[in-house]
């Protein structure tokens, strides 16, 4: 069967097929048009991105690993204007620390990805590596029990290629992820809030 | 202002304080969600010391978005030029290839039109969540492009379509009744990740996206095995994610069957030489058939009276499966699991709680409106796992009607449905272009 639209066709009403092709897709076209529009109705429009709610999160460790990226795009963040800058830090010292260093085997950081920095006596900075941080939030379940709760957890927007659905909020159990508009992507603690 | 403890004098008596504050934390039950406490007042520096400020990276642009929707009708155009126009397979592999550079490895398979059917399915499912408008377009346009040029975006446009393209070594032809059988398995996977989206459930389609970790060079290891497997049958069965399991590909079928224009096999007009029968990777080359039908009209009358009667009996008993189905299929949702959770604790099954379960009495919140979501999406899977199985039901009627009819064909001619355009049988037939009028 050779369709009606060849060049060879002679001119005159559309073939009956052609016809019934042609409504058809014009129905299609008007359906996609429809729900296009209908599902882009007014609201906001703005570009979503996802971000954790530092605070519903609940520390479980499922940001290391549910995350599309290895090492997870997120990561743990430090807000300095809550920090107690302790000489013994409960997110960055392991509970059965020997002495209070900088000593591997009394970090708790399982990538050592907390720089420890003397400021002045008895202040030290403590400072996230971000290339080594695996987002395992050890350290601020540590920081969140024994400090300030100025650790925290934050997806990071260089890293994060925005999944369509965010691997980590589905398996969240605080469901402390949700789409933030693009504007302002990041849900902090402290002064920066 | 923030509140302040009372100034330890030295950094042993801060040292001794978080001891203590260990131990007291090592006891069990102390939540660990409200972590606002401010344990120890913020140090007033004599050293001249200024804290850092916490970076905040900002998310990709926006223009780069409109850009990839750029880039994707760009790449329509091109691809229904090359396949239509130009009848180039050199061209529309080179533009595979491009393509599969840029959406596949550059922007690590997100946001593809193949996914995008959720984010539209989940706008209609949660009032609160508007799809950003470079999604829709994804959605819409390689739909839109489809009835005018065929599914041109499976030839050279899409990234896990690219990705097969390129690994096809063998193919072999599979029975019809396979191929067929097969092929119905879109509608089912598409019912459900719709069912899934609408419900905030599950984006699987994302989720169970065999190539995309490819893209990303990491994936959980049943996913990587999985695309491996696919990409391995696809050396000799092409592209099967396409064909037996793409939901986009399903609904592309329908708006390609419709294309004002679609690829020919011939540039002329066929002469029947049978050259191209066997270019066809993917099946779909409809052979000339009979101008006799190869029955007694009488039966055929008959076998279609049984199936139009039984119509609406197999969409009925679809329709009850789906129902029973969706209700079965609710629980892979975050509320209804934990609302049956919960329902099930107050039993006291000596199960150990889940970290769900502990996280929502962190939280404090009421059970009651946790419960009425379940319910809700309990009883939207029911009707929608009914609709989608009367649906199913529907078409698996209109299919063997659809088999059953006899028509004549009289030249070799690509399956508008099924023809991903990849322009393999152009080469294949002798016959030159008739020159312009």
Not at chain 1, 66 to 94: F, I, N
Not at chain 1, 103 to 128: H, K, M, S, W
Not at chain 2, 33 to 56: E, H, I
Not at chain 2, 158 to 184: S, Y
């Amino acid at each position: 069967m050779s369709s009606g639209n060849s060049t060879g066709s002679p001119p005159g009403p559309l073939p009956r097929r052609a016809f019934l092709r042609l409504g058809l897709a014009g129905l299609a076209a008007a359906a996609v048009g429809g729900v296009a529009a209908a599902a882009a109705r007014a609201g906001e429009r703005r570009t979503h991105v996802w971000q954790l709610d530092p605070g519903k999160c609940v520390q479980c460790g499922r940001c290391e690993t549910a995350c599309v990226l290895t090492p997870s795009a997120v990561k743990a963040v430090h807000a300095y204007d809550l920090c107690g800058y302790c000489r013994l830090c409960g997110g960055y010292h392991h509970p059965q620390a020997r002495s209070i260093d900088s000593a591997a085997e009394n970090q708790l950081c399982p990538t050592g990805a907390i720089r420890r920095t003397f400021v002045e006596d008895p202040f030290f900075e403590y400072t996230i590596v971000e290339d080594r941080c695996i987002g395992c939030a050890v350290c601020v379940k540590g920081c969140a029990m024994f400090g300030n709760g100025s650790l925290f957890l934050q997806v990071r927007h260089d890293r994060c290629v925005n999944c369509n659905d965010c691997a980590i909020a589905r398996v969240c159990p605080a469901d402390a992820f949700r789409r933030v508009p693009v504007d302002a992507p990041y849900l902090l603690k402290g002064d920066a809030r | 202002m923030r509140p302040r403890a009372t100034r330890p004098a030295a950094g042993a008596r801060r040292g001794t304080l978080a001891l203590a504050l260990l131990a007291v934390g090592a006891l069990p039950g102390v939540p660990t969600a409200a972590a606002n406490v401010q344990r120890f007042p913020r140090p007033d520096f004599t050293s001249g010391y200024t804290p850092p400020t916490l970076t905040t990276p900002a998310p990709r642009a926006f223009g780069l978005e409109v850009l990839d929707v750029a880039l994707l009708a760009a790449a329509l155009v091109l691809a229904g030029h090359l396949a239509l126009r130009r009848r180039s397979r050199k061209g529309l592999l080179a533009l595979t290839v491009a393509c599969l550079a840029y959406f596949g490895f550059v922007r690590q398979g997100c946001v593809c039109p193949i996914g995008s059917i959720q984010n539209v399915a989940l706008a209609f499912g949660d009032a609160g969540f508007a799809v950003p408008l470079t999604v829709v377009a994804f959605f819409a346009l390689p739909l839109l492009f489809a009835l005018f040029h065929g599914r041109t975006f499976c030839a050279a446009v899409c990234p896990l379509g690219a990705i097969q393209e390129v690994v096809v070594w063998r193919p072999r032809k599979l029975p019809p009744w396979l191929n067929q059988t097969l092929g119905t398995i879109p509608w089912v996977y598409l019912g459900v990740a719709l069912l899934f989206a609408a419900t905030a459930t599950d984006f699987l389609v994302c989720r169970w996206d065999p190539f995309v970790g490819f893209f990303r060079f990491g994936a959980p290891l049943p996913m990587a095995l999985f695309g491996a497997g696919l990409l391995v049958l696809g050396l000799f069965v092409g592209r099967p994610y396409c064909r037996f399991l793409c939901p986009y590909g399903a609904l592309l079928r329908v708006f390609s069957r419709l294309s004002r224009r679609h690829v020919t096999i011939t540039p002329g007009s066929c002469i029947q030489c049978r050259l191209c029968e066997n270019a066809c990777p993917y099946d779909a080359i409809r052979k000339p058939a009979d101008l006799a039908p190869p029955e007694p009209p009488a039966r055929g009358a008959r076998r279609l009276a049984i199936l139009l009667a039984a119509a609406p009996l197999v969409a009925l008993a679809a329709a009850g499966t789906g129902a029973a189905f969706g209700a079965g299929l609710s629980r892979a949702n975050r509320d209804v699991a934990l609302a049956l959770e919960l329902h099930g604790a107050e039993a006291d099954n000596g199960a150990a709680p889940s970290l769900e379960r502990e996280a929502f009495f962190t939280s404090g919140l009421p059970e009651g409106p946790l419960f009425d979501r379940a319910r809700v999406v309990q009883r939207t899977f029911a009707a929608g796992g009914a609709l989608l199985g009367g649906a199913l039901g529907l078409m698996a009627s209109a299919k063997l009607l659809g088999l059953s009819v006899w028509r004549s064909r009289t030249d070799y001619e690509p399956d508008r449905a099924h023809c991903v355009s990849c322009a393999r049988c152009f080469s294949a037939c002798p016959v030159k272009p008739e020159p312009k009028t």
